[in-house]
Structure formats: C-alpha cells, structure tokens
T-cell receptor, first 113, second 114 residues
Framework: DGGITQSPKYLFRKEGQNVTLSCEQN?????MYWYRQDPGQGLRLIYY???????QKGDIAEGYSVSREKKESFPLTVTSAQKNPTAFYLC????????????FGQGTRLTVV | DQQVKQNSPSLSVQEGRISILNCDYT??????FLWYKKYPAEGPTFLIS?????DKNEDGRFTVFLNKSAKHLSLHIVPSQPGDSAVYFC?????????????FGQGTILTVHP
C-alpha cells in the first residue's frame, strides 16, 4: 500500500528539549512538506523540499529544522527555539510534476510540558 | 496576511440538502485550487480540485466553482450526507516551481444533521 507514514501519532516532550518527527513516503514523490495546525486555524507551511538534498523555508520556519537525505524521508526537528511547539504536525508529499495535489499523513500530535 | 480565507467557521445543513462552502483568495498568482476534508486527529484527504483555466469541476456529489474575477471559489455537496460532517479546507497553489506548496484557509466545520 502506497502512502505517507508519520510516527509517532502522539509525542510528549519536556520544555527545552529538541524532538524529531518522522515522515516516510513510498509514493515515489519528489516533493515533501511539513505543515502545522493549531486549533481554529488552517494549515501553515513550515518547510518543504522539492528534491533530495534541497529544502526551503515555509511561512513559519523559525524554531524548526529539516533534512532530505533520501527521497522517501523528510524528518522535522522541533528545536527548543520554537516558542509554541505544542501543535498537530502534518507531513505531505506530491509528485511536483504539474499536479498540486498533496497527499497527507495521519499527523503527529506534539505536546510540550 | 491571510491569502486564502474561509469566512464561515461553521455550517449546519439537513441531510439531503445542498451544502455550499465558500473560499476567497487575494493572490492573483494562484492558479490551482483544492478542497480537502479533515476529521479530528487525522490528516486531510483530497476531495476535488480546479485549475484556473476552468470555472467548474464535478466529481460525483462534489462540484467546485471558480470565479476568477471575484477571486472566489465554492464547494457544493449535493445531496449532503451525515458522513460528510468534517472540517473542509480550501487550498491554493501558485504553480510553476510552487506545485504542491499549498496555502490553506482556516477551514469550515460542516455538520450534516440526519
């Protein structure tokens, strides 16, 4: 079954700790994205990558970092510099070839205590 | 700067009737528009899309209308079913090298009553 897998579904961390969220896709998509959703708000773009070993900041990149060493994987690190890290994080991918349809994973709920 | 806006936070509809969800945008570079459906604690699922060269696209019970001059699009669901109850997000893309990089509205909570 092709799809996007995010793990874990729920994650708890202490304030001041870095945490890495996993995102893997087997759709052979070139482009991958990280979005954040807060209550009552739409999805906001954190980082995106259109090709391996390259990525760009989205609208709210401060306090986050990413890597794209493999086509299938696009992990997101929430650093201690992110002031409000508690949120629902969504990873997505798209073919990037004349189609803007993005496929989403099931999300990771991060709670920082 | 909210480039994609869904001004109705919620909509309540009777089963069998039409649901109309609205979306406005400000960026003239947007040339591809999508609607996603989302349940709590899950990822959004793609519903339907429309290119800026069209003004209507249908897929079963779902129809999206695009009015470029008004920078407005709408999603019609006919007939509405209780299983349609979810949050609906409008999204837009500027195409070119931005394919897949989506700007989302705030979402509209649709409740379909039996």
């Amino acid at each position: 079954d092709g799809g996007i897998t995010q793990s874990p579904k729920y994650l708890f961390r202490k304030e001041g700790q870095n945490v890495t969220l996993s995102c893997e896709q087997n759709l052979n998509h070139d482009a991958m994205y990280w979005y954040r959703q807060d209550p009552g708000q739409g999805l906001r773009l954190i980082y995106y990558s259109q090709i391996v070993n390259d990525f760009q900041k989205g609208d709210i990149a401060e306090g986050y970092s990413v890597s794209r060493e493999k086509k299938e994987s696009f992990p997101l690190t929430v650093t201690s510099a992110q002031k409000n890290p508690t949120a629902f994080y969504l990873c997505a991918s798209s073919s990037g070839q004349g189609s803007s349809e993005a496929f989403f994973g099931q999300g990771t709920r991060l709670t920082v205590v | 700067d909210q480039q994609v806006k869904q001004n109705s936070p919620s909509l309540s509809v009777q089963e069998g009737r039409i649901s109309i969800l609205n979306c406005d945008y400000t960026n003239s570079m947007f040339d591809y528009f999508l609607w996603y459906k989302k349940y709590p604690a899950e990822g959004p699922t793609f519903l339907i899309s429309i290119s800026s060269i069209k003004d209507k696209n249908e897929d079963g019970r779902f129809t999206v209308f695009l009015n470029k001059s008004a920078k407005h699009l709408s999603l019609h669901i006919v007939p509405s079913q209780p299983g349609d109850s979810a949050v609906y997000f409008c999204a837009a893309s500027a195409g070119g090298t931005s394919y897949g990089k989506l700007t989302f509205g705030q979402g509209t909570i649709l409740t379909v009553h039996p």
